[in-house]
């Protein structure tokens, strides 16, 4: 039986100015409409980079495919299109990992909308690193949806973590893992890294 997690990962980056409140926009963004391999079971070797911005998505993901997307949490007029798609068991307590400058930004969210069938993988694990280097569990994501999208995106909240405002160092991790036998599973990811700002 083949089992799958599709998850979408929008992450906000919210910083304070006088001039103008409370205004988004876009710092990166994976939204994984293009750039696959084509190469069955490696559709997306590692690093991947933003489709827009200068993040960079790293992973030490066995195999993973290119199935078709959704439009929860996109940036406005982006088409469903492909997206990032972990797959079996190899992959059990697998990552991927963001490196995200907030570089002149504070206040800094994640928020995403995920999927995943009766024996995809059932948590994802959420990290954070103010050095780059070592990181620190902020939250686990459990209660999976398994028949649809979920349609209210999760939100990660790192704006209490100071050393994650202004810092050309901040990286999220995100590890995939199951406690369910089955041996078919998947993950899919789209939307990652969809940065925003207010200004």
């Known amino acids: 039986m083949k089992a799958f997690i599709i998850i979408i990962f929008t992450f906000v980056l919210l910083f304070s100015a ?3 409140a409370n205004t988004q926009i876009t ?3 994976w939204n994984f409409n293009s750039g ?3 190469t069955a079971l490696n559709q997306w070797p590692s690093p991947v980079s933003a489709s827009t911005g200068s993040g960079v998505l790293t992973h030490d993901l066995i195999e993973t495919e290119a199935f078709s997307g959704s439009t929860v ?3 406005p007029a982006e088409a469903a299109g492909s997206a990032l798609c972990p797959v079996n068991q190899t992959n059990n307590t697998k990552s991927f990992t963001l490196t995200v400058p907030t570089t002149g930004y504070i206040s800094i969210q994640l928020s995403y909308a995920t999927r995943r069938t009766s024996t ?3 948590t994802q694990d959420i990290y954070y690193s103010i050095d780059g280097t070592n990181f620190v569990l902020d939250t686990t994501m459990t209660n ?8 209210v995106p999760r939100v990660v909240d ?3 973590i100071s050393g994650a405002n202004d810092n050309a160092n901040f990286k999220i991790k995100i590890v995939i893992d199951s406690d369910l036998s089955g041996t078919k599973k998947k993950h899919k990811c789209k939307n990652t890294g969809d940065f925003k700002c207010s200004k």
């Open 18 to 20: 006088t001039e103008v």
């Open 27 to 29: 710092i990166h963004n």
């Open 36 to 38: 696959n391999s084509g």
């Open 73 to 75: 949490n996109a940036e």
């Open 120 to 122: 995809g993988f059932t």
């Open 144 to 151: 999976i949806n398994s028949s649809t999208f979920e349609t």
């Open 158 to 160: 790192f704006s209490d």
